[in-house]
């Protein structure tokens, strides 16, 4: 079954701090990896698109890596701003023929002054 | 903002009624997609439309229906409402050349069913 876990559900940092977000998946054929932001009641916005040939991608204080072996990747923010709030969603691209995106839980994140 | 617009933004409906939520795609894009998200859970796939004609559907029952027309703006219609249809309907638009080209999402229409 094709799945994506995600942890910590949820995350509380102080503005400022680095944080790491972690995305574990079971999906076969695998296409590509994606990371979006999603604040409350929002559509997601997309923050790096990941193929399996590719090991890290960055955007901005935004970086994430893929292990295509052991099927893990990571979101890495640097530097938090009260405007990172929001949940964090590892999405994995299914290789066949309806581009159908499979969604983790997703990871809460909270930062505080 | 993604070019992406969904209508309307927030509903209410009473159990056993009919909906019809729409959405605009991106300029240019040929492709529409359509995720039902539960409070505090991922966005689950329940079809795409590709020119027009379904083009993979998840596991959701035929009274969750769409159109898309030859603008590519699409409908979503899910038929007798259940409780548990309440959720925040997304839709995304893309280029579908590539399966790794971008997909861009609606900001969602919030739909409650009493």
């Known amino acids: 079954k094709n799945q994506v876990e995600q942890s910590p559900q949820s995350l509380i940092i102080l503005e400022g701090k680095n944080c790491t977000l972690q995305c574990n998946y079971t999906v076969s054929p695998f296409s590509n990896l994606r990371w979006y932001k999603q604040d409350t009641g929002r559509g997601p916005v997309s923050l790096t698109i990941?193929?399996?040939?590719?090991n890290t991608k960055s955007n901005g204080r935004y970086t994430a890596t893929l292990d295509a072996d052991t099927k893990q990747s990571s979101l890495h923010i640097t530097a938090s701003q009260l405007s990172d709030s929001a949940s964090y969603i590892c999405?994995?691209?299914?290789?066949?023929?309806?581009?159908?995106?499979?969604f983790g839980s997703g990871t809460r994140l909270l930062v505080r002054p | 903002e993604t070019g992406v617009t969904q209508s309307p933004t927030h509903l209410i409906k009473t159990r056993g009624q009919q909906v019809t939520l729409r959405c605009s795609s991106q300029s240019g894009h040929n492709t529409v997609s359509w995720y039902q998200q539960a409070l505090g859970q991922g966005p689950q796939f329940i079809f795409q439309y590709y020119r027009e004609e379904e083009n993979g559907r998840g596991n959701f029952p035929p009274r969750f229906s769409g159109l898309q027309f030859p603008n590519y703006s699409s409908e979503l219609n899910v038929n007798a409402l259940e409780l548990d249809d309440s959720a925040l309907y997304l839709c995304?638009?893309?280029?579908?050349?590539?399966?790794?080209?971008?997909?861009?999402f609606g900001q969602g229409t919030r739909l409650t069913v009493v």
């Open positions: 995304a638009s893309s280029l579908a050349h590539s399966r790794n080209t971008e997909a861009f």
């Open positions: 999405v994995v691209s299914v290789e066949d023929s309806s581009y159908k995106l499979i």
């Open positions: 990941m193929t399996f040939s590719e």
